[in-house]
């Protein structure tokens, strides 16, 4: 029981962490290699904020929202949206977002260094215990959980029950469709775009405050981002939640039962495995 | 385009002013390389720049190094190697023919320290290492006679820890039975290699043992198992990240123990920052003498000048790597790296760590292997060599 | 073969000798600096050879390269040098053969994502082996200097530079030509597209672990934080596209001024120079689509166009 418990805890994390590029690659096709960045951004802000003047990282989140939107939203126009109309073809398109993307991951990074200094940063928020089922877990990690519940209740909500939601939902299946049917495919990339530099911004604020970070630890987040949401398939909330769910319990299991030093080697076992066997990913659809 | 910082603070002008004859004298070009990004610049960010910053400070404001009874301020190269070894052997090679730096001081760390060792030896300047702690040293200084150990050898790091615990044990203030965990990374590794015997040598029976990949995210399993072995003693020979994390866990878990040691990080003041109160007793690698005069007059420097606290550990280590060089050049009176070497190896010095002096592999003969929370202060419980100031460990009381 | 042929390839001799005699100049930082270029030359052309065709973009040069670290650091004190090399390239083949089956059927993104965790994994794989025989630190300690290695990787380099020169006179070249144009005509008309695709990874792969063991030496300490560095990885694409992936010698005109740039960078904006990287990165996506290859191309198509004789 304990072991299934901490397994979600930690799944609700990397749903946090996955979100945010699943809308970016899933929508704006952009394969955002500077997604961990962001993500330690808004942890840094939490950070700043909370060691400066004693806010709640969960308050914290309604001034990162809205930045991080804002900031992604001029990334998309002013660096990938050139890149999009220039692209020919879809590899093209990727090869320009990795190379794009990957440079930008550095200038975040040394900006970062600029202006907080390259030290660890931590802080002791919510660590507490509380019992659930006779067994303790760590108040900040279940807030975190809920966190991620919400978000991703609220995401999947809005993506199929609103207007705008489901224009998204559109453009991800098919840009060239959508635009026959009148949506406004680049304005919608643009916004998709900096929706989900915004909840990863978020997923930051949230998990700072059980994970010690530094300016350089962005790239470690990217790489399990990227994993969760191929594995569940591009574009799809459901296949994110239900890949970082697996992956958290998959992960809890081995380091529980076999051996903590496996736990990446299961990861991208896993990873292999689904593809092996559902080469679209969990949810993903064949044509996309 | 070479930025060069020349830290020429109105005090040292005035210094200078009274020294008179250093308006002629050329600086000295010290070359500094560490990361200043990568996995390990968290690291050096406490352990390593600060000190470099403090005594280039401090030098020049009175007046410069006296070198042969010249005054020469100096002037500090600092290039960032970025984690990769690559980049140091580079810069220092840069720093060595480029630049042409007197002074090249040793990169941070065991692994980018003995990247660079080759080119140190080669171009025969002391390296001085403070961040390196390794098990190889009688290998190594038969291969570099110019390379210096403050930090000692892994094997005495982990012993230190065990003999603290044993000294608890034998005044029955804590059981025998031991959850040993490391980080599955060169440096755990070793010191787990070493720790583990020396903890069945001295009798303690080991309940759960396991490892950790770096960079792990969720820890609570660890410490879930580890709780259940009802160990009466935790001992985790972790990185910063996972110390911050495995301590955390603890406190979540209620981990009921009477020694709690964790590694590399235990001793940075931003852990009490984060544990608080909580930080009181644990125990980790390093520790300082908390009652020498000269340490907390270092400390208090260190911050006023930069900013940022000493960690207990190696930063100490590093300033008084900085002492030892200067101290050398000063002695000789000359900047022929062949002398200053046999000058080091030759003497004993003074520092903020207290008296160091090497042995004829060229490894320090006093170093702290652990230190305990107590007051609020990171405290030398074990030594090797027997230092001054080692205070008696006390078994820890909760986590509130 | 043709007069044209052998003029080509005396040519590439000829440059090939000049370089292997930087050395002779004794100055350690031009040896350095001509150990970073040459080392990046070897990783970026082998990792070109693959992905250049296919237009696969492989991360796993770090994996490969991390792993002939290991053969060395492993196997120094028992194994004579020169067998290690051999065995190295080995190892990254048929590591390269396992991890192409089973992702190369796979499409390109997946492939990316993989091989961008295999450093990764096998990182973790290493340590956690090394953990389980409370194996003690790496170290590799002999009397090669920055020269020796320089040499040999030319040497590397001229192996490289001669294999794809005859894979692009082969069958298995011609084959992968057709599959970067369109999988689906490729394997029309009878070609193993999968099979194709594994070779040339072999091939890069190799090539990775082999420039991983003769750099071992140059670390002297070798721990898997820093063998697997997957910052490499994307270093080696970064330049080769620079250069230009169309032809055998664009990842070389991309890697040297690349070299040079983050020379320059590093060492006279220590503080800054993740930020600069970064930012000149950015610059040369945008102004150099294609590399320098690209900007040749469309420069030899600009003057036929106007009657220029090319």
């Given at each position: 029981?304990?072991?299934?418990?901490?397994?979600?805890?930690?799944?609700?994390?990397?749903?946090?962490?996955?979100?945010?590029?699943?809308?970016?690659?899933?929508?704006a096709?952009?394969?955002?290699?500077?997604?961990g960045?962001?993500?330690?951004?808004?942890a840094?802000t939490?950070?700043?904020?909370y060691s400066?003047?004693?806010?709640?990282?969960?308050?914290?989140?309604?001034?990162?929202?809205?930045?991080?939107?804002?900031?992604?939203?001029?990334?998309?126009?002013?660096?990938?949206r050139?890149?999009?109309?220039?692209?020919?073809?879809r590899?093209m398109?990727?090869?320009?977002?990795?190379?794009?993307?990957?440079?930008?991951?550095?200038?975040?990074?040394g900006?970062?260094?600029?202006?907080?200094?390259g030290?660890?940063?931590?802080?002791?928020?919510?660590?507490?215990?509380?019992?659930l089922?006779?067994?303790?877990?760590?108040?900040?990690?279940?807030?975190?959980?809920?966190?991620?519940?919400?978000?991703?209740?609220?995401?999947?909500?809005?993506l199929?029950?609103?207007?705008?939601g489901?224009?998204?939902?559109?453009?991800?299946?098919?840009p060239?469709?959508?635009?026959?049917?009148?949506?406004?495919?680049?304005?919608?990339?643009?916004?998709?775009?900096?929706?989900?530099?915004?909840?990863?911004?978020?997923?930051?604020?949230?998990?700072?405050?059980?994970?010690?970070?530094?300016?350089?630890?962005?790239?470690?987040?990217?790489?399990?981002?990227?994993?969760?949401?191929?594995?569940?398939?591009?574009?799809?909330?459901?296949?994110?939640?239900?890949?970082?769910?697996?992956?958290g319990?998959?992960?809890?299991?081995?380091?529980?039962?076999?051996?903590?030093?496996?736990?990446?080697?299961?990861a991208?076992?896993?990873?292999?495995?689904?593809?092996?066997?559902?080469?679209?990913?969990?949810?993903?659809?064949?044509?996309? | 385009?070479?930025?060069?910082?020349?830290?020429?603070?109105?005090?040292?002008?005035?210094?200078?002013?009274?020294?008179?004859?250093?308006?002629?004298?050329?600086?000295?070009?010290?070359?500094?390389?560490?990361?200043?990004?990568?996995?390990?610049?968290?690291?050096a960010?406490?352990?390593?720049?600060?000190?470099?910053?403090?005594?280039?400070?401090?030098?020049?404001?009175r007046?410069?190094?006296?070198?042969?009874?010249?005054?020469?301020?100096?002037?500090?190269?600092e290039?960032?190697?970025q984690?990769?070894?690559?980049?140091?052997?580079?810069?220092?090679?840069?720093?060595?023919?480029?630049?042409?730096?007197?002074?090249?001081?040793?990169?941070?760390?065991?692994?980018?320290?003995?990247?660079?060792a080759?080119?140190?030896?080669?171009?025969g300047?002391?390296?001085?290492?403070?961040?390196?702690?390794?098990?190889?040293?009688d290998?190594?200084?038969?291969?570099?006679?110019?390379?210096?150990?403050l930090?000692?050898?892994?094997?005495?790091?982990?012993?230190?820890?065990?003999?603290?615990?044993?000294?608890?044990?034998?005044?029955?203030?804590?059981?025998?039975?031991?959850?040993?965990?490391?980080?599955?990374?060169?440096?755990?590794?070793?010191?787990?290699?070493?720790?583990?015997?020396?903890?069945?040598?001295?009798?303690?029976?080991?309940?759960?043992?396991?490892?950790?990949?770096?960079?792990?995210?969720?820890?609570?399993?660890?410490?879930?198992?580890?709780?259940?072995?009802?160990?009466?003693?935790?001992?985790?020979?972790?990185?910063p990240g996972?110390?911050?994390?495995?301590?955390?866990?603890?406190?979540?878990?209620?981990?009921?123990?009477?020694?709690?040691?964790?590694?590399?990080?235990?001793?940075?003041?931003?852990?009490?920052?984060?544990?608080?109160?909580?930080?009181?007793?644990?125990?980790?690698?390093?520790?300082?003498?908390?009652?020498?005069?000269?340490?907390?007059d270092?400390?208090?420097?260190l911050?006023?000048?930069?900013?940022?606290?000493?960690?207990?550990?190696?930063?100490?280590?590093?300033?008084?790597?900085?002492?030892?060089?200067?101290?050398?050049?000063?002695?000789?009176?000359?900047?022929?790296?062949a002398?200053?070497?046999?000058?080091?190896?030759?003497?004993?010095?003074?520092?903020?760590?207290?008296?160091?002096?090497?042995?004829?592999?060229?490894?320090?003969?006093?170093?702290?292997?652990?230190?305990?929370?107590?007051?609020g202060?990171?405290?030398?419980?074990?030594?090797?060599?027997?230092?001054?100031?080692?205070?008696?460990?006390?078994?820890?009381?909760?986590?509130? | 073969?043709?007069?044209?042929?052998?003029?080509?390839?005396?040519f590439?001799?000829?440059?090939?000798?000049?370089?292997?005699?930087?050395?002779?100049?004794?100055?350690?930082?031009?040896?350095?600096l001509?150990?970073?270029?040459?080392?990046?030359?070897?990783?970026?052309?082998?990792w070109a050879l693959?992905s250049?065709?296919?237009?696969?973009?492989?991360?796993?040069?770090?994996?490969?390269?991390?792993?002939?670290?290991?053969?060395?650091?492993s196997?120094?004190e028992?194994?004579p040098?020169?067998?290690?090399?051999?065995?190295?390239?080995?190892?990254g083949?048929?590591?390269?053969?396992l991890?192409?089956?089973?992702?190369?059927?796979?499409?390109?993104?997946?492939?990316?994502?993989?091989?961008?965790?295999?450093?990764?994994?096998?990182?973790?794989?290493?340590?956690w082996?090394?953990?389980?025989?409370g194996?003690?630190?790496?170290?590799?300690?002999?009397?090669?200097?920055?020269?020796?290695?320089?040499?040999?990787?030319?040497?590397?380099?001229?192996?490289?530079?001669?294999?794809?020169w005859?894979?692009?006179?082969?069958?298995?070249?011609?084959?992968?030509?057709?599959?970067?144009?369109?999988?689906?005509?490729?394997?029309?008309?009878?070609?193993?597209?999968?099979?194709?695709?594994?070779?040339?990874?072999?091939?890069?792969?190799?090539?990775?672990?082999?420039?991983?063991?003769?750099?071992?030496?140059?670390y002297?300490?070798i721990?898997?934080?820093?063998?697997?560095a997957?910052?490499?990885?994307?270093?080696?694409?970064?330049?080769?596209?620079?250069?230009?992936?169309g032809?055998?010698?664009?990842p070389?005109v991309?890697?040297?001024?690349?070299?040079?740039?983050?020379?320059?960078?590093?060492?006279?904006?220590?503080?800054?120079?993740?930020?600069?990287?970064?930012?000149?990165?950015?610059?040369?996506?945008?102004?150099?689509?294609?590399?320098?290859?690209?900007?040749?191309?469309?420069l030899?198509?600009?003057?036929?166009?106007?009657?220029?004789?090319?």
């Amino acid at each position: 029981m304990d072991i299934i418990i901490t397994g979600l805890f930690l799944g609700g994390t990397y749903a946090l962490i996955a979100m945010g590029l699943n809308l970016q690659y899933g929508v704006a096709r952009i394969m955002n290699l500077a997604n961990g960045e962001m993500l330690v951004v808004g942890a840094f802000t939490a950070f700043a904020l909370y060691s400066g003047a004693a806010v709640s990282p969960f308050l914290t989140i309604f001034i990162v929202a809205p930045v991080a939107y804002l900031l992604n939203w001029l990334i998309y126009r002013i660096m990938l949206r050139p890149l999009v109309t220039r692209a020919k073809s879809r590899g093209m398109l990727e090869q320009d977002a990795i190379l794009t993307t990957f440079g930008l991951s550095f200038v975040m990074v040394g900006l970062m260094i600029w202006v907080f200094g390259g030290d660890y940063f931590s802080y002791s928020y919510l660590a507490r215990p509380v019992v659930l089922f006779g067994d303790n877990y760590g108040l900040n990690r279940l807030s975190a959980f809920i966190g991620a519940v919400i978000l991703c209740t609220a995401l999947y909500i809005w993506l199929n029950h609103s207007r705008a939601g489901m224009a998204i939902r559109a453009v991800a299946v098919s840009p060239k469709s959508a635009r026959l049917v009148g949506i406004d495919v680049p304005k919608l990339s643009a916004r998709a775009f900096a929706l989900g530099g915004a909840v990863t911004a978020v997923g930051g604020a949230v998990i700072s405050t059980f994970l010690t970070l530094d300016a350089s630890t962005g790239v470690l987040f990217t790489m399990k981002a990227l994993i969760i949401v191929i594995m569940g398939g591009v574009g799809d909330v459901r296949g994110t939640i239900v890949a970082a769910l697996v992956l958290g319990v998959g992960e809890t299991l081995v380091a529980s039962l076999i051996d903590p030093g496996l736990t990446l080697a299961t990861a991208y076992a896993l990873f292999i495995l689904i593809l092996l066997f559902r080469p679209q990913g969990l949810f993903g659809r064949k044509s996309a | 385009m070479k930025r060069r910082t020349f830290f020429r603070a109105s005090t040292a002008l005035a210094a200078m002013t009274l020294a008179g004859a250093a308006f002629a004298a050329d600086p000295i070009v010290v070359g500094a390389v560490a990361p200043k990004t990568g996995p390990l610049a968290g690291g050096a960010a406490v352990t390593h720049w600060p000190n470099i910053q403090l005594w280039v400070s401090e030098v020049n404001a009175r007046g410069g190094l006296n070198v042969g009874g010249e005054q020469r301020m100096l002037e500090v190269i600092e290039y960032d190697d970025q984690t990769n070894p690559a980049e140091t052997i580079k810069a220092v090679t840069r720093l060595a023919q480029q630049d042409n730096a007197d002074i090249i001081l040793s990169p941070y760390s065991t692994g980018l320290s003995l990247a660079a060792a080759p080119i140190f030896d080669r171009l025969g300047i002391p390296q001085i290492t403070s961040s390196a702690a390794t098990d190889q040293i009688d290998e190594l200084a038969g291969q570099f006679p110019n390379l210096f150990f403050l930090l000692g050898r892994s094997a005495e790091i982990a012993g230190g820890a065990v003999e603290a615990m044993a000294k608890m044990r034998d005044a029955g203030e804590i059981g025998n039975r031991v959850a040993l965990v490391n980080v599955a990374d060169a440096f755990g590794i070793e010191l787990v290699s070493a720790g583990k015997p020396a903890l069945e040598a001295a009798g303690f029976e080991i309940v759960y043992e396991t490892s950790y990949p770096l960079g792990t995210q969720d820890l609570s399993p660890i410490m879930k198992a580890a709780k259940d072995a009802e160990p009466d003693a935790f001992v985790a020979f972790s990185y910063p990240g996972d110390t911050f994390g495995l301590t955390e866990q603890a406190m979540i878990e209620g981990l009921d123990v009477g020694v709690f040691y964790t590694g590399v990080g235990t001793a940075f003041p931003s852990f009490a920052g984060r544990f608080g109160a909580a930080a009181e007793g644990i125990m980790g690698i390093g520790g300082v003498n908390a009652s020498s005069e000269t340490f907390l007059d270092y400390a208090a420097r260190l911050e006023a000048e930069t900013g940022s606290q000493p960690d207990y550990w190696a930063s100490g280590q590093m300033y008084a790597s900085l002492q030892i060089l200067e101290a050398a050049i000063e002695a000789t009176g000359t900047l022929d790296m062949a002398e200053v070497t046999q000058y080091i190896k030759d003497n004993s010095f003074e520092t903020v760590m207290g008296t160091i002096t090497f042995d004829d592999q060229n490894s320090s003969t006093g170093y702290w292997t652990a230190g305990q929370w107590q007051d609020g202060v990171f405290k030398g419980v074990a030594s090797f060599g027997g230092l001054d100031g080692v205070v008696e460990p006390f078994v820890k009381a909760g986590w509130e | 073969m043709r007069r044209k042929d052998w003029q080509t390839l005396g040519f590439a001799a000829l440059l090939l000798l000049v370089a292997a005699l930087l050395p002779l100049t004794g100055d350690g930082y031009l040896i350095s600096l001509g150990v970073s270029i040459a080392m990046y030359t070897v990783l970026a052309t082998s990792w070109a050879l693959f992905s250049g065709p296919t237009h696969y973009i492989s991360l796993a040069t770090a994996a490969f390269f991390g792993v002939g670290s290991y053969v060395t650091g492993s196997w120094i004190e028992i194994i004579p040098y020169w067998a290690l090399l051999p065995i190295a390239a080995v190892a990254g083949g048929v590591l390269a053969a396992l991890v192409g089956l089973a992702t190369l059927r796979l499409s390109g993104v997946y492939f990316v994502i993989f091989s961008l965790g295999l450093a990764e994994m096998i990182r973790q794989v290493v340590t956690w082996y090394q953990n389980q025989t409370g194996h003690k630190g790496t170290y590799v300690l002999t009397d090669m200097t920055d020269s020796g290695i320089y040499w040999q990787l030319l040497g590397l380099a001229g192996l490289v530079y001669l294999a794809g020169w005859a894979i692009g006179r082969s069958r298995l070249g011609f084959a992968l030509r057709i599959i970067g144009e369109d999988e689906d005509v490729a394997r029309h008309v009878g070609i193993n597209t999968a099979l194709s695709k594994v070779a040339l990874f072999v091939v890069s792969g190799a090539v990775a672990a082999v420039v991983g063991a003769i750099i071992a030496p140059r670390y002297v300490y070798i721990e898997p934080a820093i063998a697997f560095a997957p910052m490499l990885s994307f270093q080696v694409v970064i330049m080769a596209l620079l250069g230009g992936t169309g032809r055998l010698w664009g990842p070389l005109v991309g890697v040297v001024p690349f070299t040079l740039l983050w020379e320059v960078i590093s060492a006279s904006f220590p503080n800054q120079t993740t930020l600069l990287l970064g930012l000149s990165f950015l610059v040369i996506v945008y102004l150099l689509p294609g590399g320098f290859v690209g900007l040749y191309d469309r420069l030899r198509a600009r003057r036929a166009l106007r009657g220029v004789p090319a």
